[in-house]
Nanobody, 127 residues
Framework: VQLQASGGGSVEAGDSLRISCAAS??????????LGWFRRAPGKEREFVVA????????PYVESVKGRFTISRDNAKKTVYLQMNNLKPEDTAVYYC???????????????????WGQGTQVTVSS
């Protein structure tokens, strides 16, 4: 399974970006995945941002991005998205997507629960 993240870049504070993560699996297999976004800021540990379950419902967002970021998925395109609005310099990080085949009622939030990881996409926000 390959997860290809894209869409990162360098923006100014207040700008928006949408990052994507496409999976190299069938649509059926993708539909059985929960998908998460994590990020690692310079000098910090990787942290959980948000995840989306098979039914399309999301977990709570990390407090620092609430109201600004939105996760979504398109099973037909086998892609998960993270829409990031009103970006702040503290959002600067490498963003990673992750996937795991799960039951309908469970959406993982811990790194060690995920089986597949993308290579990361850099988001840099300048003040």
């Amino acid at each position: 399974v390959q997860l290809q993240a894209s869409g990162g870049g360098s923006v100014e504070a207040g700008d928006s970006l949408r990052i994507s993560c496409a999976a190299s699996v069938t649509m059926y297999t993708f539909s059985r995945y929960s998908l998460g976004w994590f990020r690692r800021a310079p000098g910090k540990e990787r942290e959980f941002v948000v995840a989306i379950g098979r039914s399309g419902g999301s977990t709570p967002y990390v407090e620092s991005v609430k109201g600004r970021f939105t996760i979504s998925r398109d099973n037909a395109k086998k892609t998960v998205y993270l829409q990031m609005n009103n970006l702040k310099p503290e959002d600067t990080a490498v963003y990673y997507c992750a996937a795991k085949s799960t039951i309908l009622t469970h959406t993982p939030t811990r790194e060690d629960e995920y089986d597949y990881w993308g290579q990361g996409t850099q988001v840099t926000v300048s003040s």
